[in-house]
T-cell receptor, first 112, second 112 residues
Framework: DGGITQSPKYLFRKEGQNVTLSCEQN?????MYWYRQDPGQGLRLIYY???????QKGDIAEGYSVSREKKESFPLTVTSAQKNPTAFYLC???????????FGPGTRLTVT | KQEVTQIPAALSVPEGENLVLNCSFT??????LQWFRQDPGKGLTSLLL?????REQTSGRLNASLDKSSGRSTLYIAASQPGDSATYLC???????????FGKGTKLTVNP
């Protein structure tokens, strides 16, 4: 069963704690992306990776970190430096850059 | 910097009506433009991808067009059904880059 999985679906954390969101894919896609979605706003790119062991900052990378140690996995850590972490986080993949992007089901993070 | 606008923000139509959703972008130097569907609380589902060299793409009752010179794309939905109710998002690549820039979406409601 091919696809993109994000876990957990809902995540709750206390302010000041770091939290890591999981994104796994078995589509054999090279490129992976993390987006953030807030009510009334379009999706905004946090980080993206076009190849293992390499990644680039997107438009809103401050307060976030990523790693790409395996082709299948692209975890996102939301650090305590992120001022407004509560949001819906979406992971996406594509065969390569500038190709069709496919999205996972998302993780809703609530920080109180 | 690429900016993507979708008008209207919300649209309500009776079942069976043909409808058009609009998307405009500011930078015509795009690699591609992609249309997505998002159901409440879910990830994005890719509907259609139009490469910069193409004028339109069709999938079932959906037809998407691209006019780079005017910076516009339209998504045509034929014979709308209540199951088409969702938010439709348009995304265009940022000039010279494979990164996608998203509009805020059009929330479509099809009434039985």
């Amino acid at each position: 069963d091919g696809g993109i999985t994000q876990s957990p679906k809902y995540l709750f954390r206390k302010e000041g704690q770091n939290v890591t969101l999981s994104c796994e894919q078995n589509l054999n896609h090279d490129a992976m992306y993390w987006y953030r979605q807030d009510p009334g706003q379009g999706l905004r790119l946090i980080y993206y990776s076009q190849i293992v062991n390499d990644f680039q900052k997107g438009d809103i990378a401050e307060g976030y970190s990523v790693s790409r140690e395996k082709k299948e996995s692209f975890p996102l850590t939301v650090t305590s430096a992120q001022k407004n972490p509560t949001a819906f986080y979406l992971c996406a993949t594509s065969v390569q850059g500038a190709h069709e992007q496919y999205f996972g089901p998302g993780t809703r993070l609530t920080v109180t | 910097k690429q900016e993507v606008t979708q008008i209207p923000a919300a649209l309500s139509v009776p079942e069976g009506e043909n409808l058009v959703l609009n998307c405009s972008f500011t930078d015509s130097a795009i690699y591609n433009l992609q249309w997505f569907r998002q159901d409440p609380g879910k990830g994005l589902t890719s509907l259609l991808l139009i490469q910069s060299s193409q004028r339109e793409q069709t999938s079932g009752r959906l037809n998407a067009s691209l006019d780079k010179s005017s910076g516009r794309s339209t998504l045509y939905i034929a014979a709308s059904q209540p199951g088409d109710s969702a938010t439709y998002l348009c995304a265009a690549t940022q000039g010279g880059s494979e990164k996608l820039v998203f509009g805020k979406g059009t929330k479509l409601t099809v009434n039985p």
